[in-house]
């Protein structure tokens, strides 16, 4: 092999040393994470700010790695806890065991668990690592605690509920832009996601669209009308 061989070996090599610098100078600087970030959980309440956990336990039940732990209990009579007959009394996470599945978001009939984009967070013993309710549940005005250890930036905190957010299943995009979740104390009713459907208005907002648009696709199916 001759020495122009050789060098076209390093062209690309070569070719990177002008290119453009990619690299973040992290701590400082964060990249910028996708709308649906999968990072550490926080429990919601309504706007009214009642708490949505109901202690069903389903998350705890979906989780692959085990590590959710929660125990509901019934609501007081004079100072109900939430909407429900019950609430989670106890909501443990052991973040030494989480994969950031999101399977328990998935699971959960209220939406009461949902995941920030804030993943860097260090622990300087096992204890800290099992977040109870304390530090789960977000505040009077519905945003996450920040905790001592954890590096939370800018907007990492407003996009909690953004898996909910994509309001196209599988795949239809008659589905997008219908609202079919509850409102967020501090937020209100989150705007669904647009842009895979362009006819659609972004501020469509009927609760009982969805149902609607169900309801109508299964009777165009069978031959029916829509009354």
């Known amino acids: 092999m001759g020495v122009l061989d050789g060098l076209k070996g390093f062209r690309l090599t070569f070719k990177q040393i002008v290119e453009p610098r990619v690299t973040k100078q ?7 994470k996708p709308p649906r970030f999968h990072g550490r959980h926080v429990l919601n309440r309504y706007e009214d700010g009642t708490e949505k956990c109901i202690g069903c336990e389903l998350c705890a039940a979906v989780c692959p790695v085990r590590c959710i732990y929660v125990r509901g209990k019934d609501n007081p009579v004079d100072a109900p806890v939430s909407p429900g007959e019950r609430y989670g009394f106890v909501y443990e996470i052991n973040f030494l065991r989480c994969i950031h599945c999101d399977l328990c978001v998935e699971a959960c ?49 407003e996009m909690t509920s953004a898996w909910m957010r994509a309001t196209s299943p599988q795949g239809n995009p008659d589905f997008e832009g219908i609202v079919s979740w509850s409102g967020e104390l501090g937020y209100g009713t989150r705007p669904p996601e647009v842009g895979q459907n362009h006819e ?17 696709k299964i009777l165009k199916r069978f031959g029916g009308e829509v009354r």
């Open 26 to 32: 992290y701590p400082e600087e964060k990249r910028e």
């Open 109 to 157: 009939p209220t939406e009461a668990i949902t995941e920030s984009k804030m993943f860097e967070f260090s622990f300087t013993n096992r204890d800290d690592a099992i977040y109870t309710k304390k530090e789960l549940l977000v505040d009077e005005e519905g945003m996450p605690q920040h905790l001592s250890w954890e590096d939370w930036r800018e907007g990492e905190d």
């Open 200 to 216: 659609t208005e972004a501020d469509e907002r009927n609760h009982f669209a969805l149902r609607e648009v169900a309801a109508s």
